[in-house]
């Protein structure tokens, strides 16, 4: 007995974890993860002592690269740190070459033969990246994390005693570059004084859409904070331009000493970017920190060259983009929102977007968006040609059973009358059956106008009609009317056409009857309490039986 009653509990209570939705930031994702600081250090007491022009070259980096289940939560990596006394010699002529690929994925290729190779910076959109440190004699290949949003500029970095030597070529995604360089510089040569390791936390947070991020960097004891605003705009993510959001904040320091200082100059900079139905499909996280530091006493004097940067992007798998065809631009609540669309009916926002419909507007591709934001809706139609109109939902002012002739054939028919203004309008009709084949007629100056199949359609057991509107509407079943009408009486329209049964009570063109709510994001209020209801009496259930287990 008791093993049947121990079976019916596992029976009442699986159901409830089939009932309730589990919301859980349990999402896959891929965090790739870069960093590196580099110290250029010259001068200084032992320096002028042994009448050296050696340099102190420090660099730590780490690198990251892992899938993991869920968001916001601190993953560790481990650092190495590098300390190289750069000695010199000689001032050499070298002829040579710089060639770099820039991948849709988010990588770096570059080659050199030209020595004294010591920095790897990428700017792109207003944000610089230090890409590689190190110390190379000779030729080298680096492969690299680096963020190019579209278009860039690379700034390689040579050794030259106390000085360094830039270098810079544009670069582009997708793209091969190849640059001949000559510089006369330094012969150097180098050891590593030392190399420690050790861990740190990388920190994973999927920023909130339309919302301020705070953000805060703290470099060598000297840190910036700021809460950043957004800005709506395109970017592109492994080589789509797609609906993005950019927080961007720059801030100064103090890099000082006892005998003297110098400023730093902060730069973090996050992308949120977004891929069909406007899910987020990942981020990129950069910071940079750049500045020099001098004192002088005396003859003794001393610099510093500083340059950090850390580069995190994270990519949300499952998530995928719209290869776009056309943009619109619209507005909720005065935020601006991107739209993004394909004539196949595929949509990208920085808003949610719950239903998408390709429809024809004058005779042009364009398509149907319902956009959510901040618990407001809007219905837009975005064309090829990029323009954007706000589609108005109306409630038709009456709805009456008819029979209109076309082509001499008489055919069952509702005669909708509409009340609107808008540009373009959105509303629904309750089919008099369903599975029905209807066609779609408005009257243009006494004549019916067949619309384009594509701009009604039906969702929910209604049919959504959208159009530039008309004041009257026909809705035509393809069947004769003696197969549908059952119960008739007879009255005059303005098209001469007979009328059969009474007219219906008109419906009412609301979202939720347009579109069907998504499962994912909210759930009624009626389903909310029979959850309730449901979850309060297996409960009782599973004290009875737990006292009837006692008793026993």
Do not use: C
């Not at 006394?85 to 070459?97: E, P, R």
């Not at 935020?335 to 507007?361: D, P």
């Not at 364009?366 to 901040?374: A, S, T």
């Amino acid at each position: 007995m008791k093993k049947v009653i121990y079976a019916l509990l596992i029976v009442l209570i699986l159901p409830i974890f089939s009932i309730i939705p589990l919301a859980s930031n349990n999402q896959t994702i891929h965090v790739y993860y870069t960093r590196y600081d580099s110290v250029y250090s010259s001068g200084g007491v032992k320096n002028f002592l042994l009448n050296s022009n050696s340099v102190l070259y420090t660099v730590t980096s780490v690198m990251y690269n892992n899938t993991i289940s869920g968001n916001n939560q601190a993953l560790h990596a481990t650092y190495n740190k590098s300390v190289y006394l750069l000695t010199f010699n000689s001032i050499s002529n070298y002829s040579g070459k710089v060639k770099v690929s820039i991948y849709t994925n988010n990588s770096l290729s570059l080659y050199t033969n030209v020595p004294n190779l010591i920095r790897v910076i990428v700017y792109s959109a207003g944000q610089s990246e230090l890409v590689w440190a190190g110390v190379e004699n000779s030729s080298i290949t680096i492969n690299t994390l680096a963020y190019v949003n579209g278009t860039g500029t690379l700034l390689l970095q040579f050794a030259n005693g106390t000085s360094i030597v830039n270098v810079t070529l544009g670069i582009k995604t997708n793209t091969t570059l190849t640059k001949d360089i000559s510089l006369s510089l330094l012969s150097m040569g180098f050891t590593i004084s030392s190399t420690t390791s050790g861990e740190l936390s990388i920190q994973t947070q999927i920023p909130k859409r339309y919302s301020p991020l705070f953000m805060s960097v703290n470099y060598n004891g000297t840190s910036w904070s700021n809460e950043s605003g957004y800005m709506v705009t395109e970017a592109y993510f492994n080589g789509s331009l797609t609906p993005a959001l950019v927080w961007k904040g720059m801030g100064y320091g103090f890099a000082g000493g006892l005998m003297g200082g110098g400023k730093l100059q902060f730069s973090e900079e996050t992308i949120e970017f977004y891929g069909v139905n406007g899910t987020v499909v990942g981020y990129v996280h950069m910071v940079n920190v750049n500045g020099t530091n001098s004192f002088g006493l005396g003859p003794i004097k001393h610099s510093a060259n500083f340059e950090f940067s850390e580069i995190k992007i994270v990519e949300i798998q499952g998530a995928t983009v719209v290869h776009g065809e056309f943009v619109g631009k619209t507005y909720v609540n005065g935020n601006e929102i991107i739209i993004v669309a394909n004539s196949h009916g595929k949509v990208s926002s920085t808003a949610y977007v719950n239903f998408t419909h390709v429809v024809s507007v004058n005779n042009e591709a364009g398509v149907l968006v319902l956009i959510y934001l901040n618990n407001s809706t809007k219905f837009v139609v975005v064309t090829k040609s990029n323009v954007t109109a706000n589609v108005t939902t109306v409630k038709p002012e009456n709805v009456s059973n008819t029979t209109v002739k076309i082509q001499g054939k008489a055919y069952v028919a509702q005669e909708v009358i509409v009340n609107s203004s808008s540009q373009y309008i959105l509303f629904n009709v309750s089919l008099l059956t369903n599975n029905s084949e209807v066609t779609v007629y408005k009257v243009v100056n006494g004549e019916l106008i067949e619309l384009n199949s594509s701009n009604y359609f039906i969702a929910n057991g209604k049919l959504i009609v959208f159009d530039d509107p008309s004041n009257v509407y026909y809705v035509v079943y393809n069947q004769q009317p003696s197969t549908v009408a059952t119960t008739t009486s007879t009255s005059t329209t303005q098209q001469s056409t007979s009328t059969s049964t009474t007219s219906q009570t008109p419906s009412t063109a609301t979202t939720s009857q347009l579109i069907p709510p998504l499962s994912t994001t909210t759930s009624s209020s009626t389903n909310t309490v029979l959850i309730i209801g449901i979850i309060i009496a297996l409960i009782l259930i599973v004290i009875g039986l737990v006292l009837v287990l006692r008793r026993r």
